[in-house]
T-cell receptor, first 112, second 111 residues
Framework: KQEVTQIPAALSVPEGENLVLNCSFT??????LQWFRQDPGKGLTSLLL?????REQTSGRLNASLDKSSGRSTLYIAASQPGDSATYLC???????????FGTGTRLAVRP | DAGITQSPRHKVTETGTPVTLRCHQT?????MYWYRQDPGHGLRLIHY???????DKGEVSDGYSVSRSKTEDFLLTLESATSSQTSVYFC??????????FGPGTRLTVL
């Protein structure tokens, strides 16, 4: 059974800092990996999707990397802003291509 | 939200009553999903659908049933609600191995 772990569970940083969120998964036979953002009381918003054949994806100040063989992904946020405060979730989709397994998330607070 | 709506957004019900939650999508995605989100457990898959009338169980399917009679609608039914089913329920939709788009969630309280 696939298990997804995110460390740290919570993180507080001053505005402007660059930061890295970590995600690890136990079964490397994945189809792709996705990073989501969830604001309090809201649904999930997709940030980045990395196919299993890719090493990284970038969107604005966000960069996600994938090392499938070691079962790890990182989400890099450059020049953090208070508006980045949210919970960040990673999820992997198995080789069947249909179901996501989620990590429990990292709650990020960016202090002005 | 890619055109995904959920109804109702909030519901309070009593133990033993049946409850149906509705998810509606406008993008003709093949796959639809129901998750529940609880503190300490994250998002867990209840049921999913890979086409009209085609559904399968997720990891926490006991006490829940689903139906999908049209591409755009996916219903989740709690046959006899229990307090352990108090949760926030999210619907999602996706293409094959594609980004999942989530609805705004339904907060269900079972007294």
């Amino acid at each position: 059974k696939q298990e997804v772990t995110q460390i740290p569970a919570a993180l507080s940083v001053p505005e402007g800092e660059n930061l890295v969120l970590n995600c690890s998964f136990t079964d490397s036979a994945i189809y792709n990996l996705q990073w989501f953002r969830q604001d309090p009381g809201k649904g999930l918003t997709s940030l980045l999707l990395i196919q299993s054949s890719q090493r990284e994806q970038t969107s604005g100040r966000l960069n996600a990397s994938l090392d499938k063989s070691s079962g790890r992904s990182t989400l890099y946020i450059a020049a953090s802003q208070p508006g980045d405060s949210a919970t960040y979730l990673c999820a992997v989709i198995g080789s069947s291509g249909d179901k996501l397994t989620f990590g429990t998330g990292t709650r990020l607070a960016v202090r002005p | 939200d890619a055109g995904i709506t959920q109804s109702p957004r909030h519901k309070v019900t009593e133990t033993g009553t049946p409850v149906t939650l509705r998810c509606h999508q406008t993008e003709n995605h093949r796959y639809m999903y129901w998750y529940r989100q609880d503190p300490g457990h994250g998002l867990r898959l209840i049921h999913y659908s890979y086409g009209v009338k085609d559904t399968d169980k997720g990891e926490v399917s006991d006490g829940y049933s689903v139906s999908r009679s049209k591409t755009e609608d996916f219903l989740l039914t709690l046959e006899s609600a229990t307090s352990s089913q108090t949760s926030v329920y999210f619907c999602a939709a996706a293409g094959v191995a594609d980004t999942q788009y989530f609805g705004p969630g339904t907060r269900l309280t079972v007294l």
